[in-house]
Protein backbone atom coordinates (compact mmCIF):
# COMPACT_ATOMS: atom_id res chain seq x y z
CA UNK A 1 0.00 0.00 0.00
CA UNK A 2 1.10 3.89 -0.33
CA UNK A 3 2.66 4.87 2.39
CA UNK A 4 0.81 8.59 1.98
CA UNK A 5 -2.14 6.23 2.47
CA UNK A 6 -1.44 4.78 5.99
CA UNK A 7 -2.59 6.08 9.09
CA UNK A 8 -1.47 7.14 12.19
CA UNK A 9 -2.65 5.48 15.75
CA UNK A 10 -2.08 7.76 17.49
CA UNK A 11 -3.73 10.64 15.67
CA UNK A 12 -7.12 9.23 15.25
CA UNK A 13 -9.88 9.66 17.34
CA UNK A 14 -13.34 7.28 17.38
CA UNK A 15 -16.35 8.31 19.01
CA UNK A 16 -18.25 5.00 20.52
CA UNK A 17 -22.14 5.44 20.30
CA UNK A 18 -23.44 2.80 22.93
CA UNK A 19 -26.09 2.98 26.17
CA UNK A 20 -24.91 -0.13 27.40
CA UNK A 21 -22.04 0.74 29.45
CA UNK A 22 -20.81 -2.11 29.91
CA UNK A 23 -20.11 -2.85 26.02
CA UNK A 24 -19.01 0.98 25.67
CA UNK A 25 -16.27 0.21 28.10
CA UNK A 26 -15.59 -3.07 26.44
CA UNK A 27 -15.15 -1.06 23.50
CA UNK A 28 -12.97 1.68 24.40
CA UNK A 29 -10.64 -0.66 26.19
CA UNK A 30 -10.79 -2.66 22.61
CA UNK A 31 -9.94 0.41 20.50
CA UNK A 32 -7.83 1.82 23.22
CA UNK A 33 -5.73 -1.32 23.05
CA UNK A 34 -4.42 -0.24 18.97
CA UNK A 35 -3.73 3.02 20.44
CA UNK A 36 -6.52 5.17 19.08
CA UNK A 37 -8.10 7.81 21.05
CA UNK A 38 -11.73 7.02 22.51
CA UNK A 39 -14.86 9.04 23.35
CA UNK A 40 -18.12 7.15 24.22
CA UNK A 41 -21.84 8.75 23.84
CA UNK A 42 -24.95 6.79 25.98
CA UNK A 43 -27.19 7.78 22.89
CA UNK A 44 -27.46 9.61 19.13
CA UNK A 45 -28.29 12.42 20.48
CA UNK A 46 -25.11 12.94 22.95
CA UNK A 47 -23.41 11.53 19.97
CA UNK A 48 -24.47 14.41 17.96
CA UNK A 49 -23.30 16.63 20.07
CA UNK A 50 -20.12 15.53 20.93
CA UNK A 51 -19.42 15.24 17.34
CA UNK A 52 -20.47 19.19 16.99
CA UNK A 53 -17.95 20.33 19.67
CA UNK A 54 -15.19 17.93 18.27
CA UNK A 55 -14.93 16.17 14.80
CA UNK A 56 -14.12 12.25 15.34
CA UNK A 57 -12.40 10.68 12.29
CA UNK A 58 -14.89 7.59 12.69
CA UNK A 59 -18.42 6.87 14.43
CA UNK A 60 -18.68 3.44 15.62
CA UNK A 61 -22.42 3.19 17.11
CA UNK A 62 -25.34 0.82 18.05
CA UNK A 63 -28.51 1.01 16.41
CA UNK A 64 -31.05 0.57 19.10
CA UNK A 65 -30.82 2.97 21.47
CA UNK A 66 -32.94 5.72 23.25
CA UNK A 67 -33.35 9.21 22.46
CA UNK A 68 -31.70 9.01 18.99
CA UNK A 69 -30.80 5.52 17.33
CA UNK A 70 -27.88 4.76 15.33
CA UNK A 71 -30.05 5.37 11.79
CA UNK A 72 -31.52 8.47 12.48
CA UNK A 73 -27.51 10.13 13.60
CA UNK A 74 -26.31 8.55 10.72
CA UNK A 75 -28.31 9.97 8.67
CA UNK A 76 -27.71 13.30 10.84
CA UNK A 77 -23.58 13.29 10.31
CA UNK A 78 -24.69 12.20 6.36
CA UNK A 79 -26.80 15.03 5.92
CA UNK A 80 -24.55 17.87 7.19
CA UNK A 81 -21.75 18.68 4.87
CA UNK A 82 -19.27 19.67 7.45
CA UNK A 83 -19.64 15.72 8.77
CA UNK A 84 -20.81 13.66 6.25
CA UNK A 85 -17.00 12.45 5.42
CA UNK A 86 -17.11 11.27 9.28
CA UNK A 87 -17.08 6.81 8.61
CA UNK A 88 -19.93 5.89 10.31
CA UNK A 89 -19.95 2.04 11.35
CA UNK A 90 -23.36 0.75 12.22
CA UNK A 91 -23.59 -2.46 15.11
CA UNK A 92 -26.49 -4.59 14.53
CA UNK A 93 -27.46 -8.44 14.51
CA UNK A 94 -28.39 -8.36 10.44
CA UNK A 95 -31.62 -10.22 10.67
CA UNK A 96 -33.29 -8.48 8.17
CA UNK A 97 -32.41 -7.73 4.87
CA UNK A 98 -33.62 -4.27 5.12
CA UNK A 99 -31.36 -3.32 7.72
CA UNK A 100 -28.50 -3.16 5.04
CA UNK A 101 -30.99 -0.75 2.97
CA UNK A 102 -31.89 1.40 6.29
CA UNK A 103 -28.15 1.76 6.81
CA UNK A 104 -27.73 2.31 3.34
CA UNK A 105 -30.17 5.32 2.91
CA UNK A 106 -29.13 6.94 5.98
CA UNK A 107 -25.28 6.79 4.93
CA UNK A 108 -23.51 4.01 6.91
CA UNK A 109 -20.14 3.18 5.11
CA UNK A 110 -20.34 -0.59 6.94
CA UNK A 111 -21.60 -2.96 9.09
CA UNK A 112 -20.08 -4.93 11.89
CA UNK A 113 -22.69 -7.89 12.83
CA UNK A 114 -23.38 -8.54 16.44
CA UNK A 115 -21.84 -10.65 18.46
CA UNK A 116 -18.77 -9.87 16.45
CA UNK A 117 -15.15 -10.87 16.67
CA UNK A 118 -12.63 -8.19 18.16
CA UNK A 119 -10.08 -9.34 15.47
CA UNK A 120 -12.45 -8.41 12.75
CA UNK A 121 -13.69 -5.57 13.96
CA UNK A 122 -10.33 -3.88 14.43
CA UNK A 123 -9.88 -4.91 10.76
CA UNK A 124 -13.24 -2.98 9.49
CA UNK A 125 -12.16 0.23 11.36
CA UNK A 126 -8.34 -0.04 10.28
CA UNK A 127 -10.24 -0.51 6.49
CA UNK A 128 -12.71 2.50 6.75
CA UNK A 129 -9.80 4.72 7.91
CA UNK A 130 -7.59 3.70 5.10
CA UNK A 131 -10.63 3.50 2.97
CA UNK A 132 -11.55 7.69 4.12
CA UNK A 133 -8.36 8.43 2.69
CA UNK A 134 -8.36 6.98 -0.90
CA UNK A 135 -11.77 8.66 -1.39
CA UNK A 136 -11.46 12.36 0.16
CA UNK A 137 -11.24 13.75 -3.19
CA UNK A 138 -14.50 11.94 -4.76
CA UNK A 139 -17.52 13.47 -4.47
CA UNK A 140 -19.64 12.07 -7.56
CA UNK A 141 -22.97 10.65 -6.04
CA UNK A 142 -25.01 8.23 -7.33
CA UNK A 143 -28.86 7.84 -7.15
CA UNK A 144 -30.99 4.59 -7.16
CA UNK A 145 -34.53 3.35 -7.04
CA UNK A 146 -35.29 -0.21 -5.60
CA UNK A 147 -38.12 -2.05 -4.01
CA UNK A 148 -37.38 -4.29 -1.10
CA UNK A 149 -40.57 -6.19 0.48
CA UNK A 150 -43.47 -4.21 -1.75
CA UNK A 151 -41.25 -0.62 -0.07
CA UNK A 152 -40.05 1.45 -2.31
CA UNK A 153 -36.35 3.19 -1.02
CA UNK A 154 -34.12 5.57 -2.86
CA UNK A 155 -30.75 5.94 -2.37
CA UNK A 156 -28.20 8.47 -2.83
CA UNK A 157 -24.91 7.35 -1.57
CA UNK A 158 -20.96 7.23 -3.01
CA UNK A 159 -20.23 4.85 -5.08
CA UNK A 160 -17.26 3.81 -3.08
CA UNK A 161 -19.94 3.91 0.29
CA UNK A 162 -21.77 1.24 -1.82
CA UNK A 163 -19.15 -0.96 -2.79
CA UNK A 164 -17.88 -0.93 0.99
CA UNK A 165 -21.39 -1.98 2.78
CA UNK A 166 -21.65 -4.84 -0.54
CA UNK A 167 -18.06 -5.93 0.57
CA UNK A 168 -18.62 -6.43 4.57
CA UNK A 169 -22.06 -7.63 3.96
CA UNK A 170 -20.21 -9.95 1.89
CA UNK A 171 -17.38 -11.13 4.53
CA UNK A 172 -20.22 -10.97 7.13
CA UNK A 173 -22.27 -13.68 5.04
CA UNK A 174 -19.19 -15.60 4.93
CA UNK A 175 -18.08 -15.52 8.24
CA UNK A 176 -21.44 -16.53 8.98
CA UNK A 177 -21.79 -19.13 6.56
CA UNK A 178 -18.62 -20.63 7.71
CA UNK A 179 -19.94 -20.50 11.52
CA UNK A 180 -22.62 -22.55 10.23
CA UNK A 181 -20.27 -25.06 8.86
CA UNK A 182 -18.35 -25.61 11.88
CA UNK A 183 -21.66 -26.04 13.51
CA UNK A 184 -22.90 -28.60 11.09
CA UNK A 185 -19.57 -30.57 11.51
CA UNK A 186 -20.45 -30.09 15.26
CA UNK A 187 -23.76 -31.61 14.52
CA UNK A 188 -22.80 -34.39 12.47
CA UNK A 189 -20.09 -35.35 14.96
CA UNK A 190 -22.42 -35.31 17.93
CA UNK A 191 -24.83 -37.42 15.75
CA UNK A 192 -22.02 -39.89 15.21
CA UNK A 193 -21.95 -40.15 19.12
CA UNK A 194 -25.58 -40.24 19.75
CA UNK A 195 -25.31 -43.06 17.31
CA UNK A 196 -22.59 -44.82 19.03
CA UNK A 197 -24.79 -44.62 22.62
CA UNK A 198 -27.77 -45.49 21.01
CA UNK A 199 -25.86 -48.59 20.50
CA UNK A 200 -24.55 -48.95 23.49
CA UNK A 201 -28.00 -48.53 25.25
CA UNK A 202 -29.43 -50.87 23.01
CA UNK A 203 -26.60 -53.59 23.96
CA UNK A 204 -27.15 -53.00 27.50
CA UNK A 205 -30.95 -53.34 27.44
CA UNK A 206 -31.01 -56.17 25.84
CA UNK A 207 -28.63 -57.50 28.45
CA UNK A 208 -30.88 -56.14 31.17
CA UNK A 209 -33.68 -57.92 29.58
CA UNK A 210 -31.88 -61.39 29.75
CA UNK A 211 -30.43 -60.31 33.11
CA UNK A 212 -34.33 -59.88 34.20
CA UNK A 213 -35.56 -62.95 32.45
CA UNK A 214 -32.96 -65.26 34.21
CA UNK A 215 -34.02 -63.56 37.57
CA UNK A 216 -37.69 -64.58 37.39
CA UNK A 217 -36.75 -67.84 36.23
CA UNK A 218 -34.63 -67.83 39.83
CA UNK A 219 -37.35 -66.21 41.59
CA UNK A 220 -40.21 -69.02 40.24
CA UNK A 221 -37.77 -71.76 41.15
CA UNK A 222 -36.92 -70.46 44.44
CA UNK A 223 -40.87 -70.02 44.82
CA UNK A 224 -41.04 -73.47 44.14
CA UNK A 225 -38.52 -74.99 46.17
CA UNK A 226 -39.87 -73.10 48.82
CA UNK A 227 -43.39 -74.10 48.41
CA UNK A 228 -42.24 -77.89 48.08
CA UNK A 229 -39.73 -77.88 51.40
CA UNK A 230 -42.19 -75.68 53.44
CA UNK A 231 -44.68 -78.97 52.79
CA UNK A 232 -42.46 -81.25 52.97
CA UNK A 233 -40.97 -80.20 56.38
CA UNK A 234 -44.65 -79.21 57.81
CA UNK A 235 -45.71 -82.64 57.37
CA UNK A 236 -42.81 -84.18 59.47
CA UNK A 237 -43.35 -81.52 62.33
CA UNK A 238 -47.20 -81.47 62.38
CA UNK A 239 -46.29 -85.62 63.02
CA UNK A 240 -43.39 -84.92 65.65
CA UNK A 241 -45.91 -82.21 67.83
CA UNK A 242 -48.58 -84.55 67.35
CA UNK A 243 -47.17 -87.64 69.02
CA UNK A 244 -45.32 -85.56 71.42
CA UNK A 245 -48.38 -84.26 72.31
CA UNK A 246 -49.84 -87.40 72.84
CA UNK A 247 -47.02 -88.77 74.77
CA UNK A 248 -47.25 -85.45 77.42
CA UNK A 249 -50.91 -86.16 77.66
CA UNK A 250 -49.53 -90.02 79.36
CA UNK A 251 -52.08 -91.44 76.49
CA UNK A 252 -49.71 -94.37 76.21
CA UNK A 253 -48.35 -94.46 79.70
CA UNK A 254 -47.03 -92.59 82.74
CA UNK A 255 -43.79 -90.23 82.12
CA UNK A 256 -40.95 -89.95 84.22
CA UNK A 257 -39.71 -86.07 84.96
CA UNK A 258 -37.17 -86.13 82.60
CA UNK A 259 -39.09 -87.67 79.71
CA UNK A 260 -41.27 -85.36 80.23
CA UNK A 261 -39.29 -82.08 79.75
CA UNK A 262 -37.16 -83.71 77.03
CA UNK A 263 -40.80 -84.50 75.21
CA UNK A 264 -41.44 -80.49 75.91
CA UNK A 265 -37.86 -79.35 74.40
CA UNK A 266 -38.88 -81.42 71.27
CA UNK A 267 -42.39 -79.58 70.52
CA UNK A 268 -41.53 -76.61 71.92
CA UNK A 269 -38.80 -77.04 69.37
CA UNK A 270 -41.17 -77.80 66.44
CA UNK A 271 -43.34 -75.49 67.33
CA UNK A 272 -40.72 -72.89 66.25
CA UNK A 273 -39.03 -74.52 63.61
CA UNK A 274 -42.91 -74.67 62.49
CA UNK A 275 -43.25 -70.90 62.60
CA UNK A 276 -40.11 -70.22 60.75
CA UNK A 277 -41.36 -71.82 58.09
CA UNK A 278 -44.92 -70.62 58.04
CA UNK A 279 -42.74 -67.31 57.93
CA UNK A 280 -40.91 -67.97 54.92
CA UNK A 281 -43.16 -69.83 52.96
CA UNK A 282 -45.78 -66.49 53.21
CA UNK A 283 -43.30 -64.25 52.13
CA UNK A 284 -42.53 -66.61 49.52
CA UNK A 285 -45.81 -66.12 48.42
CA UNK A 286 -46.17 -62.21 49.12
CA UNK A 287 -42.68 -62.02 46.99
CA UNK A 288 -44.16 -63.85 44.45
CA UNK A 289 -47.71 -62.19 44.41
CA UNK A 290 -50.08 -65.00 44.94
CA UNK A 291 -51.43 -63.61 48.31
CA UNK A 292 -54.87 -63.27 47.68
CA UNK A 293 -56.88 -60.81 49.99
CA UNK A 294 -60.36 -62.59 51.44
CA UNK A 295 -62.48 -59.48 52.25
CA UNK A 296 -65.32 -59.49 55.51
CA UNK A 297 -66.61 -57.26 57.79
CA UNK A 298 -63.75 -57.15 61.57
CA UNK A 299 -65.04 -56.52 64.37
CA UNK A 300 -62.08 -54.93 65.46
CA UNK A 301 -62.38 -54.97 69.47
CA UNK A 302 -63.12 -58.71 69.48
CA UNK A 303 -60.02 -59.29 66.97
CA UNK A 304 -57.98 -57.73 69.76
CA UNK A 305 -58.95 -60.15 72.45
CA UNK A 306 -58.74 -63.06 70.68
CA UNK A 307 -55.27 -62.25 69.94
CA UNK A 308 -54.13 -61.06 73.49
CA UNK A 309 -56.03 -64.85 74.68
CA UNK A 310 -54.11 -66.53 72.56
CA UNK A 311 -50.60 -64.95 73.54
CA UNK A 312 -51.54 -64.47 77.40
CA UNK A 313 -50.15 -67.82 78.66
CA UNK A 314 -46.79 -66.82 76.76
CA UNK A 315 -46.83 -63.81 78.51
CA UNK A 316 -47.98 -65.52 82.07
CA UNK A 317 -44.69 -67.95 81.43
CA UNK A 318 -42.25 -64.84 81.32
CA UNK A 319 -43.72 -62.70 84.15
CA UNK A 320 -45.27 -59.98 82.01
CA UNK A 321 -49.03 -58.29 82.01
CA UNK A 322 -50.78 -58.48 78.81
CA UNK A 323 -53.07 -55.27 78.63
CA UNK A 324 -55.60 -54.62 76.05
CA UNK A 325 -57.00 -50.42 75.36
CA UNK A 326 -60.11 -50.55 73.13
CA UNK A 327 -62.02 -47.68 72.00
CA UNK A 328 -65.35 -47.06 73.60
CA UNK A 329 -67.24 -47.13 70.23
CA UNK A 330 -67.23 -49.71 68.43
CA UNK A 331 -64.84 -50.47 65.54
CA UNK A 332 -65.53 -52.54 62.54
CA UNK A 333 -63.00 -53.00 59.08
CA UNK A 334 -64.03 -54.39 55.89
CA UNK A 335 -60.59 -56.14 55.26
CA UNK A 336 -59.00 -59.74 55.63
CA UNK A 337 -59.24 -61.21 58.95
CA UNK A 338 -56.55 -63.71 58.70
CA UNK A 339 -53.59 -61.09 57.58
CA UNK A 340 -54.75 -58.91 59.64
CA UNK A 341 -54.76 -61.04 63.27
CA UNK A 342 -51.10 -62.44 61.52
CA UNK A 343 -49.69 -58.96 61.77
CA UNK A 344 -50.97 -58.44 65.04
CA UNK A 345 -50.29 -61.69 66.86
CA UNK A 346 -46.09 -61.01 65.14
CA UNK A 347 -46.45 -57.21 66.85
CA UNK A 348 -47.70 -58.80 70.40
CA UNK A 349 -45.47 -61.60 70.47
CA UNK A 350 -42.46 -59.75 69.31
CA UNK A 351 -43.52 -57.20 72.10
CA UNK A 352 -43.62 -60.22 74.44
CA UNK A 353 -40.49 -61.67 73.34
CA UNK A 354 -38.38 -58.52 73.79
CA UNK A 355 -39.62 -57.76 77.16
CA UNK A 356 -38.20 -59.50 80.13
CA UNK A 357 -40.31 -57.13 82.61
CA UNK A 358 -43.37 -54.73 83.51
CA UNK A 359 -45.75 -54.99 80.84
CA UNK A 360 -47.40 -55.57 77.01
CA UNK A 361 -50.41 -52.78 75.38
CA UNK A 362 -52.46 -53.75 72.57
CA UNK A 363 -54.34 -50.60 72.22
CA UNK A 364 -57.41 -49.55 69.65
CA UNK A 365 -58.33 -45.90 68.69
CA UNK A 366 -60.14 -44.21 66.38
CA UNK A 367 -59.88 -40.44 64.75
CA UNK A 368 -61.32 -39.05 61.20
CA UNK A 369 -58.59 -37.22 59.16
CA UNK A 370 -59.93 -35.83 55.49
CA UNK A 371 -63.22 -37.33 55.01
CA UNK A 372 -61.47 -40.91 56.34
CA UNK A 373 -61.72 -42.89 59.16
CA UNK A 374 -58.43 -44.04 60.47
CA UNK A 375 -58.28 -47.53 62.74
CA UNK A 376 -55.00 -47.31 64.74
CA UNK A 377 -54.01 -50.75 66.35
CA UNK A 378 -51.06 -50.42 68.60
CA UNK A 379 -48.62 -52.89 70.20
CA UNK A 380 -46.54 -51.07 73.04
CA UNK A 381 -43.99 -52.74 75.43
CA UNK A 382 -41.35 -51.78 78.22
CA UNK A 383 -38.72 -53.83 76.92
CA UNK A 384 -34.77 -53.28 75.39
CA UNK A 385 -36.17 -50.60 72.64
CA UNK A 386 -34.36 -50.11 69.62
CA UNK A 387 -30.77 -48.45 69.12
CA UNK A 388 -31.19 -45.33 66.37
CA UNK A 389 -28.46 -47.04 64.30
CA UNK A 390 -31.17 -50.28 64.04
CA UNK A 391 -33.95 -48.34 63.53
CA UNK A 392 -33.60 -48.28 59.55
CA UNK A 393 -32.68 -51.75 59.02
CA UNK A 394 -35.71 -52.52 60.93
CA UNK A 395 -38.36 -54.02 57.87
CA UNK A 396 -35.24 -55.40 56.05
CA UNK A 397 -36.44 -59.29 55.25
CA UNK A 398 -34.17 -61.28 57.73
CA UNK A 399 -32.60 -58.53 59.56
CA UNK A 400 -31.85 -59.38 63.19
CA UNK A 401 -30.51 -56.65 65.60
CA UNK A 402 -27.84 -57.68 67.49
CA UNK A 403 -28.39 -56.14 71.03
CA UNK A 404 -27.05 -58.19 74.25
CA UNK A 405 -30.23 -57.63 75.70
CA UNK A 406 -32.03 -59.40 72.57
CA UNK A 407 -29.53 -61.57 71.27
CA UNK A 408 -30.89 -64.44 72.94
CA UNK A 409 -34.34 -64.17 71.64
CA UNK A 410 -35.04 -66.42 68.49
CA UNK A 411 -36.52 -65.76 64.95
CA UNK A 412 -35.20 -65.38 61.31
CA UNK A 413 -35.63 -61.62 61.24
CA UNK A 414 -38.90 -62.18 58.78
CA UNK A 415 -42.00 -61.09 61.15
CA UNK A 416 -41.35 -57.25 61.25
CA UNK A 417 -40.75 -57.62 56.99
CA UNK A 418 -43.91 -59.89 56.75
CA UNK A 419 -45.75 -57.14 58.92
CA UNK A 420 -45.13 -54.72 56.59
CA UNK A 421 -45.63 -56.82 53.26
CA UNK A 422 -49.10 -57.68 55.21
CA UNK A 423 -50.12 -54.04 56.15
CA UNK A 424 -49.21 -52.67 52.40
CA UNK A 425 -51.15 -56.01 50.86
CA UNK A 426 -53.87 -54.19 52.92
CA UNK A 427 -53.55 -50.62 52.37
CA UNK A 428 -52.63 -50.10 55.39
CA UNK A 429 -49.23 -48.38 57.07
CA UNK A 430 -47.07 -49.82 59.69
CA UNK A 431 -44.76 -47.28 61.76
CA UNK A 432 -42.86 -46.93 64.85
CA UNK A 433 -41.01 -45.24 67.72
CA UNK A 434 -38.70 -46.31 70.21
CA UNK A 435 -36.73 -45.42 73.20
CA UNK A 436 -33.70 -47.16 74.06
CA UNK A 437 -33.90 -48.70 77.06
CA UNK A 438 -37.20 -48.21 78.02
CA UNK A 439 -39.72 -49.43 74.50
CA UNK A 440 -41.36 -49.22 71.63
CA UNK A 441 -44.34 -48.96 69.85
CA UNK A 442 -45.43 -50.33 66.83
CA UNK A 443 -48.90 -49.10 65.15
CA UNK A 444 -50.55 -49.97 62.36
CA UNK A 445 -52.80 -47.73 60.74
CA UNK A 446 -56.01 -48.57 58.34
CA UNK A 447 -57.82 -45.91 56.26
CA UNK A 448 -61.39 -46.37 55.86
CA UNK A 449 -64.51 -44.06 54.59
CA UNK A 450 -66.43 -42.63 56.72
CA UNK A 451 -69.88 -43.73 56.31
Do not use: W
Amino acid sequence: MDSSYEIQPDEIEILIVEDSPTQAERLRRLIQSMRYGARVAANGKLALESIRERKPHLVLSDIVMPEMDGYTLCRAIKSDPTLRDIPVILVTSLTDPKDIIRGIECGADNFIRKPYAEDYLLNRIGHMLVNQKLRKDQNMEVGIALYLGDQKHFINAERQQILDLLISTYEQAVQVNSELQARERQVIELNMRLAHHAGELETINREIALKNLELAEASRMKSAFIANMSHELRTPLNAIIGFTGALLMKLPGPLTDEQDRQLNTIRNSARHLLSLINDILDVAKIEAGKVTLSVEHVQCQDLIREVADTLRPLAVQKGLELEIELAPEPAALDTDRRALTQILINLANNAIKFTEKGRVKISLSQRSEGGHRITEFAVADSGAGIREEDQAKLFQAFSQLDSTSTRHAEGAGLGLYLCQNLANLLGGALFFTSDFGKGSVFTLAMKSKLQ
